[in-house]
């Protein structure tokens, strides 16, 4: 931690954290700039490693489904049982009896192949689920369908068209589920691409542009005005304000000048610096971030999905209900009934509904989300938001606006305030740093008349300085007053103390040698925040906020918030910590970032919530972007997810309260009274359960998730 009164500089004097250097199994590859734009645009084949969808890619379930699709139209119009079931008659010619048995047999070996592979894993790892549900029933179907084709047995079990339709609802709701998946390699690609390709080395001789790659500690580099830092140093000459806000998530520069310590990744924004390499590499405080990165990926939770839970009670349940359904109809001495009642109850256990009932609640979840401003870019997130405890708010940038603002004017010896202001905002005009703005945009707003100013020049670390009617005037901090050696008036020190000890910035003005007044700058709250905080604490939410200011300044945001927990002076590599430490309290957590510094922590929290103005690291480790930078756009998504959850459970209801009645009913439990489901009618009555979620999702749309609405 810096002293505090250091941290009063002018012009984002603020305190500057260091992330701490790490090892990687892999430095950040070097010319990597695009790399992560490249990898968003190919997200179709992003290819996944773990769960039942391992080794698929989103092509993979789209080819797949609309060729399938292609091939089930004729499989439908001329199959037997549709045409019996529709009343009508299809065109009959050679071999139009064998369409729907060669191209049924074509869907089965291409379009469920996913299914069969997936089946079998699932066998092997004796964890039965979605995959091996869908791949005995259309292993059932396609293997009835041929004995009935081949006029083997006498059996009627035309199943080709359910075969065809299955498959193809069931690539259909693989594909809706993998779009809605996010990739976790898009925000090492991002990292990555903060550092540039190539570096001006100094040598006994004058300079030459090397790769990244060939930097060693020791080296002495130069980084020109708008340069990106190659790799970890220290300042040896020069001074330039950086721009560090891909590192800390800090909107405003921070002067850096000889002995300071730079950071790769970040922008040398007015001057040229000589920086001696300290770190270069898999040592690099950005490479210790990405490894943080990948270290909490690896950490999230594989949550097993809602339908994989309900298909692995569908699949012992069918399975139990076909193996009772064969030997009690093989003891009352009918096998030709065995085999049909059987093949009927294993085809209709897997039904149409389940596999669209949560890929599509999701589809549409994400849909009204981007309406109001919220990327869902992972589905778990959706599901997980409604069990959460506490969000967790970074506050520069998230709860506030990263933007100074000026908050209070205070004069010496019965001074005018509207004259200091219009003082300082004059020496201010010609400067275009954020503080300099917000002086000016305040003395416009209370309409000030502002004299003339003339031979600008700015004081690296300490202040402006400009000429006034002949005087010269200084607008600066406290290392100003130091350097022209001038003391504070008692008469304004009671005002600046209080406002420091609230955590502000404080610029005083000097007018030849003589202090006239001083003004505090405060990052400004945004008015959204407090609405947001209160939304959250109604609905059973804690609220927490985390920052590297110091405390005075953290507690000042959260008590005028109403935050019930606060995390101040966090290094940026624990903010990770923090989340971890929450957690280990038994607290599920959302994490709302919109630096670099903050990516570890959104990828270990429950759900990661990037602002979406935030960098593209950040976005890229959260599971939900908020497009905007309104914190009440979190509420839309605890409400979108508890509804959503409803609207699943309501879907895998039906869906799986149709199998338990009609398993039965296919299996014949009362025959004896005459009720038979026979497989025809059941296919179908399968078909309509579709219909039933679908339009039950369909509901999610009068949801009402616009951010200003919240209550």
């Known amino acids: 931690m810096q002293d505090h009164q250091d941290m009063q500089q002018p012009h984002g004097g603020h305190e500057h954290h260091q992330p701490p250097t790490g090892t990687l199994t892999q430095p950040p590859a070097h010319g990597a700039s695009h790399a992560h734009h490249g990898a968003q645009a190919d997200d179709d084949h992003t290819v996944h490693t773990h769960g039942q969808h391992a080794g698929h890619s989103t092509a993979m379930f789209k080819n797949r489904f609309w060729l399938t699709l292609a091939l089930a139209v004729p499989v439908v119009y001329f199959s037997p049982m549709m045409a019996h079931l529709l009343g009508y008659m299809p065109p009959e010619f050679p071999g139009s009896n064998w369409i729907p048995p060669v ?6 070996l291409y379009g469920g192949q996913p299914f069969l592979k997936g089946g079998v894993q699932e066998l092997k790892g004796r964890t039965p689920g979605m995959m091996l549900l869908i791949g005995m029933a259309i292993t059932v179907a396609f293997a009835a369908s041929w004995v009935t084709s081949l006029g083997i047995g006498g059996f009627d079990l035309d199943f080709w068209w359910e075969l065809a339709l299955l498959v193809a609802i069931m690539l259909l709701g693989h594909w809706i589920e993998m779009r809605a998946l996010g990739s976790a390699q898009g925000a ?34 130069l980084v020109r005005p708008g340069a990106r830092m190659p790799a970890d140093g220290s300042v040896v000459d020069g001074q330039a304000e950086f721009d560090e806000s891909m590192i800390t998530g800090e909107s405003r520069t921070v002067p850096r000048g000889p002995g300071d310590a730079v950071v790769a990744g970040t922008v040398a924004t007015d001057s040229s610096v000589r920086v001696r390499v300290t770190a270069v590499g898999d040592q690099t405080a950005l490479a210790g971030i990405q490894r943080l990165v990948e270290e909490a990926q690896a950490s999230s939770s594989r949550a097993q999905a809602l339908a994989d839970r309900a298909a692995a009670f569908l699949f012992y349940f069918a399975a139990g209900a076909g193996v009772l359904t064969f030997i009690a109809w093989t003891l009352l001495g009918s096998v030709p009934d065995a085999v049909t009642r059987t093949v009927t109850v294993l085809v209709i256990a897997c039904p149409h509904a389940l596999g669209l009932a949560i890929p599509l609640v999701i589809a549409i979840s994400t849909e009204q989300a981007a309406r109001a401003g919220v990327l869902i870019k992972n589905r778990m997130a959706l599901e997980r938001m409604r069990t959460i405890d506490v969000v967790v708010f970074d506050k520069t940038g998230t709860l506030t606006t990263g933007e100074p603002e000026l908050k209070d004017v205070a004069v010496a010896d019965g001074g005018d305030n509207d004259a200091v202001l219009a003082l300082a905002a004059a020496v201010e005009s010609d400067s275009e740093h954020p503080v300099a703005r917000a002086i000016v945009r305040a003395a416009k707003e209370r309409n000030l008349t502002l004299p003339a100013a003339t031979g600008f020049t700015s004081l690296t670390g300490r202040g402006v300085r400009a000429s006034v009617d002949g005087r010269t005037v200084h607008v600066g901090g406290p290392a100003l007053l130091r350097e022209l050696g001038v003391v504070e008036p008692d008469s304004l020190a009671a005002s600046t103390r209080t406002w420091m000890d609230r955590g502000a910035a404080v610029l005083h003005v000097v007018d030849d040698g003589r202090v006239l007044g001083a003004v505090s700058m405060e990052d400004a709250v945004r008015p959204e925040s407090r609405q947001a905080v209160q939304a959250l604490q109604r609905r059973g939410v804690k609220v927490a906020m985390v920052t590297g200011d110091a405390h005075q300044v953290a507690q000042a945001v959260a008590a005028d918030l109403g935050i019930d927990e606060v995390f101040a002076e966090v290094l940026p590599a624990d903010k990770d910590k923090k989340v971890a430490e929450l957690q280990g309290r038994g607290m599920k957590v959302a994490m709302v970032g919109d630096g670099v510094n903050d990516s570890p922590a959104l990828a270990r929290a429950e759900v990661g919530i990037a602002i979406g103005a935030g960098t593209d690291v950040a976005v890229e480790s959260a599971g939900v972007v908020l497009a905007g930078n309104d914190p009440r756009a979190v509420l839309s998504m605890v409400d979108l997810s508890r509804a959503s959850y409803r609207k699943m459970w309501q879907n895998l209801v039906w869906a799986t309260g149709y199998n338990i009645l009609s398993v039965p009913l296919a299996a014949g439990v009362l025959a004896f009274a005459g009720v038979v489901l026979s497989p025809a009618a059941g296919a179908v009555l399968m078909s309509a359960s579709t219909v039933v979620v679908a339009l039950n999702a369909q509901l999610l749309r009068r949801l009402k998730l616009n951010p200003s609405e919240v209550q």
């Open 188 to 221: 090492l690609d991002a990292l990555a691409a903060l550092l540039p390709d190539e570096a001006e080395r100094i040598t006994d001789t004058g300079t030459e542009t090397v790769p990244v790659s060939e930097l060693s500690p020791g080296d002495l580099v």
């Open 103 to 108: 191209l049924g047999t074509v869907i089965f």
